[in-house]
């Protein structure tokens, strides 16, 4: 299974971004998809996690309300819509993922060890 991720870029405080996770599988057929981020000097978190084909998700609170994670089955694709940006969602997300059927939760956004992991795309919010 491999994993890149797009979409990323500058934005000003306010606006909205959409990134793109592409599969080279359909991972959500008996798997989980999570997206984080990783702000230079800060730990990496957990932002939101898609799972059980898509009827299961998960957001941190930092994003709750703002962020949206869904998936293009068609397209091998999960899809995180960020509106509402602010500065401190500056940094680099990345997609992870695993082919294990697990309901969605705050736990699983803390985890670290899952097996396929994307190259990370840069988000810049700012003015």
């Known amino acids: 299974l491999q994993l890149v991720e797009s979409g990323g870029g500058l934005v000003q405080p306010g606006g909205s971004l959409r990134l793109s996770c592409a599969a080279s599988e359909f991972v959500l057929d008996g798997g989980v998809i999570l997206w984080f981020r990783q702000a230079p000097g800060k730990e990496r978190e957990g932002v939101a996690c898609?799972?059980?084909?898509?009827?299961?998700?998960y957001y941190g609170d930092a994003v709750q309300g703002r962020f949206t994670i869904s998936t293009d089955n068609a397209k091998n694709t999960v899809y995180l819509q960020m509106n509402s940006l602010k500065p401190e969602d500056t940094g680099v997300y990345y997609c992870?993922?695993?082919?294990?059927?697990?309901?969605?939760?705050?736990?699983?956004?803390?985890?670290?060890?899952?097996?396929?992991w994307g190259q990370g795309t840069q988000v810049t919010v700012s003015s």
């Open positions: 898609i799972g059980k084909e898509g009827t299961s998700t």
């Open positions: 992870a993922g695993e082919s294990v059927d697990r309901y969605c939760s705050d736990w699983m956004l803390t985890r670290s060890d899952f097996k396929f």
